[in-house]
């Protein structure tokens, strides 16, 4: 579906533009067309192939999806995908933006995610000097707000993990804590997913060779490489405090588990001394002259209560029961 279709020239908006009526886009010679669409169907996305020339196997990435995060050049057009993670119902829900960029046009094809870009675009129009400068700094945008968005599920992990910290030594936390570390952590690896084969792509646009469309806004590319690689390095150090965090509360169960057996074990030891003595006094034998003796039932009761009295204080002192 397409979303809008927009002219623009010398960093101001011109006028929208039925995209039906369009059958080239070579035709526009000053200035841009940003084309954003949603879920675009195929027959959108063959007419925007037609009318651009764009290359077929940047088209056939897009009409099948879930692909990799990448930057490839076409000639003068750079075909560039991108993941957006949406956290829906405390799960991250992976999207996906296709760009192609050149010097005339912006194609923006989002699917399967709720994430819009016109923030983006209403940022852009009310910076008409840096509009100016073409598709580039449009391209600099998008990746800024996608960017920018990665930080905010960024700081959502990083606050689940201090609440599961906080929680880590609670009584009876163990299983549910690691339950939640191992969902946190699935978490991350789709972040850094998303983050680390964009951070290789975006380094490519500044210093060095560089597309010549991008030559221009060098600085902005780097800013935002900056940015994303802060974002891997910070998903690095949560992905291994999580896998502390997982190995602590092993630990902390393991602990709980041996305190439950030396309670076990306690309890045991003292109903089987109970039992070895009442087994003995019960084997009936002719001669046992206790069994006969006026004290034999009360002494055998003292001696059973004694000896688990005994053996009870003994685990206590030790810290097993």
Not at 218 to 234: A, G, K, L, N, T
Request: hydrophobic fraction near 45%; charge should be negative.
């Amino acid at each position: 579906m397409l979303l809008n279709c927009i002219l623009y020239e010398e960093g101001e908006k011109i006028a929208s533009i039925d995209l039906r009526k369009i059958d080239n886009y070579s035709q526009i010679k000053t200035g841009f067309v940003w084309m954003a669409f949603k879920d675009a169907s195929e027959a959108e996305i063959d007419h925007i192939q037609r009318s651009l020339s764009l290359h077929p196997l940047a088209i056939e990435d897009v009409k099948s999806g879930s692909q990799r995060p990448k930057l490839e050049e076409y000639g003068t057009v750079l075909f560039c995908v991108i993941h957006l993670l949406d956290l829906v119902d405390d799960e991250i829900v992976t999207g996906e933006v296709n760009m192609f960029v050149a010097d005339h046009f912006v194609v923006s094809l989002r699917s399967n995610s709720q994430q819009d870009f016109l923030g983006v675009r209403e940022r852009c129009e009310q910076e008409p000097a840096l509009l100016s400068q073409g598709t580039s700094f449009v391209f600099y945008a998008i990746l800024d707000a996608v960017v920018d968005r990665y930080f905010l599920l960024l700081d959502y992990i990083e606050s689940e993990l201090e609440a599961i910290e906080i929680s880590i030594f609670e009584e009876n936390a163990g299983r549910k804590n690691i339950e939640r570390l191992y969902n946190l952590k699935r978490k991350t690896l789709t972040l850094r997913h998303a983050a680390i084969p964009m951070m290789e792509f975006i380094g490519k646009l500044h210093g060095g060779r560089v597309p010549a469309l991008c030559a221009n806004s060098q600085e902005y590319f780097r800013d935002v490489h900056d940015h994303i690689s802060r974002i891997v390095s910070v998903a690095e150090d949560v992905r291994e405090a999580v896998t502390t965090a997982i190995q602590v509360n092993l630990a902390i169960l393991t602990i709980e588990e041996t305190e439950i057996t030396k309670k076990l074990a306690s309890w045991a030891s003292i109903f089987a001394a109970s039992t070895a003595m009442a087994g003995i006094w019960g084997m009936n034998f002719e001669h046992m002259p206790e069994l006969h003796w006026e004290f034999g039932y009360p002494l055998a009761l003292i001696s059973i209560g004694f000896v688990s009295l005994s053996l009870y204080l003994r685990f206590k002192r030790v810290g097993w029961l």
